[in-house]
């Protein structure tokens, strides 16, 4: 592949990642997600911060965001044995009022473990890699991590084994519940290790 054509593919990116980025619609009741979330709390904490890093922290999540992996889990778009049931007896309107719930909560932020792994991350997350097309992921879930609303989350204080977890499902495709393979595509270019990094980074990322 030429430089041009390597320049051309960042701009349909980007221009992708811009064209998506919709304003938000449908708003829940926050007070309804909080009494809808007292179930969901022994994984995600009761404020969306979880305690085990196997399970994602919600708090602060666009709720456009986390509607629908509601949804999807729901409909089998993206599956996982454990929310499948959890997502299956909620309407769409209850998703709505969790989503709004847990958009509002602070997010407490786990701190990367290993500042060396890190270091290399943060390379990976902002510049990316020209000579294997891949893109920089600030270039979609932005420098600070906070993603754009309504379809590129937000990374940035997510637990580290979470990441990884996710990277590799949307590498093998066990996760493909994301638009355009966007996804997909660019964890087929990563290796464990950068997985590892990016997480690392992204855990301490605010
Ligand atoms: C028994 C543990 C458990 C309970 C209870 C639970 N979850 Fe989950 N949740 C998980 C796990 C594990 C994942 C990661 C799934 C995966 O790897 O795809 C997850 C993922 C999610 C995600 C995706 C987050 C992201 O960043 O993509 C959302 C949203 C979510 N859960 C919402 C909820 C809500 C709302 C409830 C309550 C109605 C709930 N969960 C109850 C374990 C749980
Ligand atoms: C072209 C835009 C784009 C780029 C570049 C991009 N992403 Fe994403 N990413 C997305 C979209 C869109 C989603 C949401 C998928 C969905 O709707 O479920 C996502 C989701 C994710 C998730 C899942 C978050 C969660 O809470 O489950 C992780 C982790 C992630 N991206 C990491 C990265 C990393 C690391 C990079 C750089 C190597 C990167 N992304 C680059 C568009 C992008």
Redesign the pocket.
């Known amino acids: 592949m030429t430089r041009i054509q390597s320049a051309m593919f960042f701009v349909a990116l980007v221009a992708t990642a811009m064209i998506s980025a919709l304003p938000a619609q449908a708003k829940g009741d926050p007070a309804k997600g909080q009494a809808?979330?007292t179930?969901?709390a022994?994984?995600?904490g009761p404020t969306g911060n979880s305690v085990i890093a196997?399970?994602?922290n919600?708090a602060h999540?666009h709720p456009e965001y986390?509607a629908k992996?509601?949804a999807e889990f729901k409909s089998g778009a993206?599956v996982?044995a454990?929310?499948a049931p959890?997502a299956a007896g909620?309407t769409p309107e209850a998703m709505q009022d969790?989503a709004a719930y847990f958009s509002e909560q602070k997010l407490v932020i786990p701190g990367a473990q290993n500042l060396d792994l890190a270091q290399k991350g943060r390379k990976l997350y902002r510049g990316g890699d020209a000579s294997r097309k891949l893109p920089a992921c600030a270039s979609c879930h932005l420098a600070t991590g906070a993603g754009i609303p309504s379809q590129y989350?937000r990374l940035g204080g997510q637990h580290r084994d979470y990441t990884i977890?996710?990277l590799k499902?949307f590498r093998s495709g066990d996760?493909a519940n994301d638009p355009n393979s966007m996804m997909r595509m660019i964890a087929s270019k990563l290796t464990d290790q950068e997985m590892t990094e990016l997480a690392e980074y992204l855990a301490g990322l605010h």
Request: a positive charge; aromatic letters at 4%.
């Open positions: 809808a979330a179930v969901c022994a994984c995600h196997m399970y994602p919600l999540q986390i992996q509601l993206r996982n454990i929310m959890m909620l969790l989350p977890a996710q499902a996760r």
